[in-house]
């Protein structure tokens, strides 16, 4: 009877440790499994919220970022977040400039950082002109056009800049220059306008003047596939559309100098003025403006924008209100008393090394 009990006694403990290593071991799946799940959703969630934000950016970028060209740092990610750094350039007669970093911040910071972009998309102007610095380099400022008068003065009474006449004690250098026209002009139009050794880099779609009191409002298309983002949708040798959407790519931009604007590139940025509003963030983005006590009138820049390329469908038709040229600055002596100069705004400026080539 000693052993049976001793036996029953034995069996007990056996079945005892069988049943907690049982336990254990669903234990430990249902752990292995649950880390799976969560570290899948974090990656995808990671995935799919800088996709979102990266979107968002290169778009903004894309039609509101004058001449500027972003190129890809680094990446930093925390647990349910991450923020990604990129270096801002302008492109002075194809000489890349600074003009400091940006960062990027998506998923559980989502929208502290991404309208990097719709932040500076129009500069801080005042009555005294000062411009925005960016990155210690000034920001180009374009003006819109009185009906009143023209030629001399805006809506506000005060005379528009011609900074062109500054760059006579500027020798040696290379300059960016906003020009604001005295009217809207085709491609084809301000083509024959700018002198060959200048260099086009950027064209200013304009605003409805009508709609806001605003000068310096930054809606516009690159001439240059170097600081272009290329989202239109490809299509295969059969001619079936092929869904690819460029733009959730940081940093994409190809390298092949073209400083041209034709069809396809005007089309990519209508198509990006039309996704722009698709985002709330930027189809409410507004700045209010009043007078004499009336009441406060609100402009909203991304929705103004899409009116502007309803007018304006194709490169054909499109008319623009201003250009930023880049080159030598003894070259920009030849547009002083221009009848098509209303404004011009001197942007960033460098030294004109002898070993580095320009483009003109």
Do not use: C
């Not at 005060?158 to 085709?186: C, G, N, R, S």
């Not at 409805?208 to 272009?228: H, P």
């Amino acid at each position: 009877m000693k052993n049976l009990d001793q036996d029953f006694k034995k069996l007990a403990r056996r079945n005892k440790w069988k049943s907690r290593i049982v336990t254990a071991s669903i234990s430990l799946f249902a752990t292995l499994v649950v880390i799976a799940v969560a570290f899948f959703w974090r990656n995808n969630y990671i995935l799919q919220q800088e996709k979102m934000v990266s979107e968002k950016f290169n778009i903004t970028t894309e039609i509101s970022s004058p001449n500027t060209t972003y190129i890809f740092k680094g990446v930093n990610q925390g647990l349910l977040n991450g923020t990604y750094s990129l270096s801002a350039f302008k492109d002075l007669n194809g000489i890349p400039v600074s003009v400091g970093d940006t960062f990027v911040s998506y998923g559980a910071t989502f929208g502290q950082n991404w309208n990097y972009g719709a932040d500076r998309f129009f500069a801080t102007t005042n009555t005294n002109r000062f411009a925005s610095i960016i990155g210690g380099q000034k920001e180009p400022e374009f003006f819109k056009s009185s009906s009143t008068n023209q030629t001399m003065y805006d809506d506000d009474g005060m005379a528009y800049p011609q900074e062109l006449e500054t760059l006579d004690q500027l020798p040696k250098h290379l300059a960016e220059v906003a020009i604001t026209f005295d009217k809207p002009y085709t491609y084809d139009e301000i083509q024959k306008m700018v002198p060959a050794n200048l260099l086009t880099n950027w064209l200013w779609l304009g605003i409805n003047a009508e709609e806001t009191t605003a000068d310096n409002v930054y809606i516009g298309v690159s001439t240059s596939t170097d600081s272009y983002s290329i989202g239109e949708p490809q299509y295969d040798d059969n001619g079936k559309l092929v869904e690819q959407n460029y733009r959730t790519m940081i940093g994409s931009r190809t390298q092949d100098g073209n400083y041209q604007l034709n069809d396809e590139m005007y089309a990519d940025f209508v198509s990006a003025v039309k996704k722009s509003v698709t985002y709330p963030e930027l189809k409410n983005l507004s700045f209010g403006s009043s007078s004499n006590g009336e009441k406060m009138h609100y402009f909203y820049p991304y929705r103004d924008a899409v009116k502007q390329i309803e007018k304006y469908p194709t490169l054909e038709k499109a008319k623009f209100s201003g250009i930023i040229l880049t080159g030598k600055t003894e070259n920009f002596a030849q547009l002083k008393g221009k009848s098509w100069v209303l404004a011009s705004s001197v942007g960033a400026t460098t030294e004109d090394l002898p070993y580095l080539k320009t483009q003109k």
